[in-house]
């Protein structure tokens, strides 16, 4: 092609046709320009065809992980509910005339099971190395943004109040054998058991019947209100995404 213009260019020039020749080079050089705002054109359409791709991996990332949040969220609201339970029956037992018998241990121990969630952010990483700009949709992204920022920083805040440690440390110098929870040799997890030092001075201990009960509404409050807003949010985010994911596709 360059070498049949070419000729073309040297006949004009050599039958000393000028203003043919000058209309012929400004057509040669708007062919050219064409040509390159066409290669242009095409390489602007594979960019956004190959970040459009990568926007639907880091969504289905974010969804999966997303999900094992929920997951996680509603196993642990399984562990808080069995700590409300476990309090009920010790203070039960404790304001009661009940003797002391070994099967209370198992919800002496089961009142300190505080499970701590994991927060799943694999995706989130990658997105965050690529550009939180990946994701094309402003309020999609702001959502996701607010839930690895506020969201998940008021539940962990929630679970881990430094002052649970001294709730723990004060509750166990009351008991001698102290587990509890184990895993057995078959990796599952079992509730370990708690040996009071002195059941019959328990009975009257106002300090440790309070922290039981303090520990009953931290865990209720995580159960019935952060846990199960939460999870319905990140549901209704669920299903923003998969919108999402519909157009993008």
């Known amino acids: 092609m360059i070498k049949f213009f070419r000729k073309i260019r040297q006949k004009l020039l ?19 320009v064409i040509g390159i705002l066409i290669a242009l054109w095409l390489n602007n359409l594979n960019s956004e065809k190959q970040r459009t791709i990568e926007e639907i991996s880091i969504l289905k990332g974010l969804k999966k992980d997303f999900q094992a949040d929920i997951d996680d969220f509603k196993l642990n609201i399984s562990g808080y509910n069995s700590i409300s339970y476990s309090v009920d ?10 003797i002391y018998n070994d099967s209370l ?34 309020s999609l992204r702001n959502h996701i943004l607010n839930f690895h920022g506020q969201v998940y920083t008021s539940i962990k805040t929630w679970e881990e109040q430094f002052n649970r440690d001294i709730y723990y440390d004060e509750i166990l110098k009351r008991f001698d054998k102290v587990e509890p929870w184990k895993f057995g040799k078959d990796g599952k997890f079992y509730r370990g058991a708690m040996k009071p030092n002195n059941y019959n001075a328990l009975k009257s201990d106002t ?31 669920i299903i923003t995404i998969d919108k999402e994911l519909t157009k993008l596709e």
């Open 14 to 32: 050599s039958e000393n046709r000028l203003s043919k020749y000058l209309i012929y080079a400004i057509g040669e050089i708007i062919l050219v």
């Open 89 to 98: 029956i010790v203070l039960e037992r404790l304001e009661s005339s009940a």
């Open 207 to 237: 300090l440790y019947k309070s922290l039981l009960r303090t520990m009953k509404r931290d865990a209720e409050f995580l159960m019935y209100g952060k846990y199960k807003d939460i999870i319905e949010d990140l549901e209704s985010l």
């Open 105 to 138: 241990d198992s919800y002496f121990a089961g009142t300190l099971n505080w499970p701590l969630s994991i927060i799943h952010k694999n995706s989130f990483d990658v997105l965050k190395s690529k550009g939180l700009d990946l994701i094309s949709n402003d």
